[in-house]
């Protein structure tokens, strides 16, 4: 298999907006929730996206270096006043030192990978064959669409994994008999690697450069 792994100098970590007022009863948003919000600041920022108790998970993306140099609720609180001093606001002080001093960093890491299956035995799709870096908003969408594609391929070869027709329980009794390899179920899984290879590298180049 070929397999690339690539770190990038920076990392993540998960911070919490909490839920308005009351308003009728119900805690109400902070900020408006039909809206991705993001604090773009050079080499790093801050994003925020709504949840169903009206708190958003604010998720701040920043160089390693940078991050390791807030060690004290101090430095945090001032290094976020200086970049982020609307966004604090609405966190709260108290709160954010908490989540920060306690919360863990995560790395970003692409993975380009092929082929993506071994014989007729396994197939890697998902974060498992293309992790990608957060910021072109597409990953869990790729994962999504391999299983979309995966199905089509096995669905027009008429593979099921369930041997209800009598030729498919023909193909089954044979892989029975013959436990090397199912090569209808192998031709699916290439096909597979071969069309869908060109398409995730070039997304996981375009969420690395944007």
Known sequence: MDYEQEYIP????????????????????????NHLHIWPRHSFMLI??????????CTL?????DLAQLKSPKVILDWFRRHFPDALRLIGEELLVHDFTRNPRNSLISIKARPYHYKDRAIIIGDAAHSMVPFYGQGLNC?????????TILSLRGITGVP??????DRFQEAKDH??????IEAALEEYTNTR??????????????
């Open 10 to 33: 920076h990392e993540y970590i998960e911070l919490r907006m909490p839920p308005g007022p009351i308003v009728d009863g119900s805690p109400s948003f902070l900020i408006d929730p």
């Open 48 to 57: 925020a996206q709504p949840n169903r108790d009206k708190s958003f998970t």
């Open 61 to 65: 993306f920043a160089p390693t270096q």
């Open 143 to 151: 994962g999504l669409e391999d299983v979309r594609i995966l199905q």
């Open 164 to 169: 209800t027709s009598s030729p498919q329980t």
């Open 179 to 184: 436990p090397d390899v199912d090569q209808e």
């Open 197 to 210: 290879h060109a398409n995730l590298v070039a997304i996981c180049d375009l969420a690395m450069h944007n």
